[in-house]
């Protein structure tokens, strides 16, 4: 099947920017989209940053302008790059992908960010 790690969490001060990647291994064909979820303790999962494999993208309100996810398609790695970053962005962050191969959807086991001074 498919696996997916991601990397680049960790702690920040507010203001700051961070850098997290997502690889995908196995069976990656036919992977789209990818994305990057979020979830907060004693919060739901909620979408931050999705792209499919052409290049669009689309952000949840509370980061566009923020936040910018891009691909390599060829070696199947997705970034988030975050910059003014805030203490509600605390959470930690899963990598998502879909694969129309498996029709199944995949996530990572996730990544903490802390925003804190």
């Known amino acids: 099947q498919v696996q997916l790690v991601e990397s680049g969490g960790g702690l920040v001060q507010p203001g700051g920017s961070l850098r997290l990647s997502c690889v995908a291994s196995?069976?990656?064909?036919?992977?789209?989209?990818m994305g990057w979820y979020r979830q907060a303790p004693g919060k739901e999962r909620e979408l931050v940053a999705v792209?499919?494999?052409?290049?669009?993208?689309t952000y949840a309100d509370s980061v566009k302008g923020r936040f910018i996810i891009s691909r390599d398609n060829a070696n199947n790695v997705v970034y988030l790059q975050m910059n003014s970053l805030k203490p509600e962005d605390t959470a930690v962050f899963y990598c998502y992908a879909y694969s129309s191969s498996w029709s199944s959807s995949y996530w990572g086991k996730g990544t903490l960010v802390t925003v804190s001074s």
């Open positions: 196995g069976s990656i064909f036919r992977l789209n989209p």
């Open positions: 792209m499919h494999s052409v290049g669009s993208a």
